[in-house]
């Protein structure tokens, strides 16, 4: 495989999006705390960290209500499918293919999946009425840049308390 076809150089060469995830509380705790999204176990592109581009999109299409993310995603060189996915897909599926991410153009709008935390960076969470940053995926040191002191309202989206 030639050099310009490594996934290194597919991802820093294509492009990046802004884009939106949906998850729970603890979820969302779990990502503060170790500064990765990790993929599921299933979805219409098999295992992996979906995204759609509007934040309100992602109110249809995720399985963990109350907790809006956004990141950048690098998406490297983009697969297609049908609005019916194809749930054989897989990280290695993908690279043996030479791809790196899936786009799924839905009814609902278009979800982008991407199966590495890699990937994604720059994660911050909607916080009263907010993007806040998140976390700092490629920080030297680990650091924890929202420490969670309160119980979460998942009525308005928000945290009780925070302090950073």
Same mark, same amino acid.
């Given at each position: 495989?030639?050099?310009?076809?490594?996934?290194?150089?597919?991802?820093?060469?294509?492009?990046?999006?802004?884009?939106?995830?949906?998850?729970?509380?603890?979820?969302?705790?779990?990502?503060?705390?170790?500064?990765?999204?990790?993929?599921?176990?299933?979805?219409?592109?098999?295992?992996?960290?979906?995204?759609?581009?509007?934040?309100?999109?992602?109110?249809?299409?995720?399985?963990?209500?109350?907790?809006?993310?956004?990141?950048?995603?690098?998406?490297?060189? $983009?697969?297609?499918? !049908?609005?019916?996915?194809? %749930?054989?897909?897989? &990280?290695? #599926? +993908?690279?043996?293919?030479?791809?790196?991410?899936?786009?799924?153009?839905?009814?609902?709008?278009?979800?982008?999946?991407?199966?590495?935390?890699?990937?994604?960076?720059?994660?911050?969470?909607?916080?009263?009425?907010?993007?806040?940053?998140?976390?700092?995926?490629?920080?030297?040191?680990?650091?924890?840049? $929202?420490?969670?002191? !309160?119980?979460?309202?998942? %009525?308005?989206?928000? &945290?009780? #308390? +925070?302090?950073?």
């Amino acid at each position: 495989m030639s050099m310009s076809n490594t996934r290194y150089n597919r991802l820093a060469q294509g492009p990046v999006a802004t884009l939106y995830h949906q998850t729970d509380a603890k979820s969302s705790a779990q990502i503060s705390i170790s500064g990765r999204m990790l993929r599921g176990s299933a979805g219409l592109a098999g295992g992996g960290i979906y995204f759609a581009t509007s934040r309100s999109a992602t109110d249809g299409k995720a399985y963990r209500l109350g907790v809006y993310l956004r990141a950048k995603v690098k998406l490297g060189k $983009i697969y297609r499918v !049908g609005p019916g996915g194809d %749930n054989s897909l897989s &990280f290695q #599926s +993908l690279q043996l293919a030479g791809y790196d991410s899936v786009r799924i153009d839905r009814p609902g709008g278009t979800e982008y999946v991407v199966y590495n935390h890699d990937q994604v960076t720059d994660i911050q969470m909607f916080i009263g009425g907010a993007w806040r940053c998140l976390c700092h995926v490629h920080s030297a040191e680990p650091t924890t840049i $929202i420490n969670f002191n !309160g119980n979460f309202n998942g %009525n308005n989206n928000n &945290f009780d #308390s +925070l302090s950073s």
